[in-house]
């Protein structure tokens, strides 16, 4: 897979996810990489697992561990895959919906 992203200073959070060239929709951009964890932190995405038992943690060591949230974003994860919701301009800032503890913040 070619490099499509990379991580540098965000004016929206501290270090966030760029497109280094234009992605289009429905694009796989990368998969979220690190250890599995029980506990919760500040990379640690959580995934369903897919048997209806709950969540798996991720303690992210990756790039993807940079994303920062909107309540519009323009990727999603499906499991540890992260993909493109819509066509992403090239330096655009990847975001992705942290969920419902995030509601509040735009």
């Known amino acids: 897979m070619d490099v499509l992203i ?7 959070h501290g270090q966030g996810v760029f497109a ?13 990489r ?3 964890t029980a506990v919760d932190g500040t990379f640690v995405l ?3 697992e897919g048997t209806g038992n ?3 943690g991720i303690d ?3 790039v ?10 323009n990727a999603w994860f499906d499991g540890p895959d992260l993909y493109a919701l819509r066509d992403i301009d090239a330096d655009e800032e990847l ?3 942290y969920g419902e503890d995030w509601a509040d913040v735009p």
């Open 6 to 12: 990379e991580s540098r200073e965000s004016s929206t």
């Open 20 to 32: 280094i060239s234009p992605i289009a929709e429905g694009t796989l951009i990368g998969r979220y």
């Open 34 to 36: 690190g250890s599995p």
């Open 46 to 48: 959580w995934i369903d």
């Open 54 to 56: 709950g969540f798996e």
């Open 60 to 62: 992210g060591t990756g």
């Open 64 to 73: 993807l561990r940079f994303l920062n949230h909107s309540r519009s974003p």
């Open 95 to 97: 975001y992705f919906d």
